[in-house]
T-cell receptor
Framework: GQNIDQPTEMTATEGAIVQINCTYQ??????LFWYQQHAGEAPTFLSY????GLEEKGRFSSFLSRSKGYSYLLLKELQMKDSASYLC???????????FGAGTQVVVTP | DGGITQSPKYLFRKEGQNVTLSCEQN?????MYWYRQDPGQGLRLIYY???????QKGDIAEGYSVSREKKESFPLTVTSAQKNPTAFYLC???????????FGSGTRLTVV
């Protein structure tokens, strides 16, 4: 299988930076997605990494190391609305099927 | 506007009953997926279909059934054989590799 590990919960204050780490098994790996999910809602796309390195998109950045089976999502200048679950997902076949981690609940405090 | 629609948003089922959750997309996506999410947990794959008239079991298919008679539609039936069906069900579609998923808004199923 494609075990994906990420921390269960992280807490940070408004305006701070938080880094969510994700490790995955590398066999059959195509690419790595990050999704944001607010409680009771569907996940929404944040980022996609297929090559090694850092992808920056506004306050959010995502990093991938294919050889290490490692990714992180960096959230900068945290806002209260960033309180959500962040899902790491590995793309595992040529059709684009995703394997999801359990999600990291980020709690932003005033 | 193109999108993926799940209905109903909330569903209550009596024990022993089968229920069907609807998922319709007008994105012309070939692949469609059903996931289950329990509180505080990630998404677990129930069934998926990558082409019309074909579908595959995911990691937790027991107690569920699907059909894919049309490209646009991928309904999920939760049967009485599913021991613990109360959960949030998400349908997704994809155009293919590297594009990720478009998700429906989900159906929250509760057994009463």
């Amino acid at each position: 299988g494609q075990n994906i590990d990420q921390p269960t919960e992280m807490t940070a204050t408004e305006g701070a930076i938080v880094q969510i780490n994700c490790t995955y098994q590398t066999s059959g790996f195509n690419g790595l997605f990050w999704y944001q999910q607010h409680a009771g809602e569907a996940p929404t796309f944040l980022s996609y990494n297929v090559l090694d390195g850092l992808e920056e998109k506004g306050r959010f950045s995502s990093f991938l190391s294919r050889s290490k089976g490692y990714s992180y999502l960096l959230l900068k200048e945290l806002q209260m609305k960033d309180s959500a679950s962040y899902l790491c997902a590995s793309e595992t076949d040529s059709w684009g099927k995703l394997q999801f981690g359990a999600g990291t609940q980020v709690v932003v405090t005033p | 506007d193109g999108g993926i629609t799940q209905s109903p948003k909330y569903l209550f089922r009596k024990e022993g009953q089968n229920v069907t959750l609807s998922c319709e997309q007008n994105l012309n996506h070939d692949a469609m997926y059903w996931y289950r999410q329990d509180p505080g947990q990630g998404l677990r794959l129930i069934y998926y279909s990558q082409i019309v008239n074909d579908f595959q079991k995911g990691d937790i298919a027991e107690g569920y059934s699907v059909s894919r008679e049309k490209k646009e539609s991928f309904p999920l039936t939760v049967t009485s054989a599913q021991k613990n069906p109360t959960a949030f069900y998400l349908c997704a579609s994809s155009i293919g590799k590297s594009y990720g998923y478009t998700f429906g808004s989900g159906t929250r199923l509760t057994v009463v």
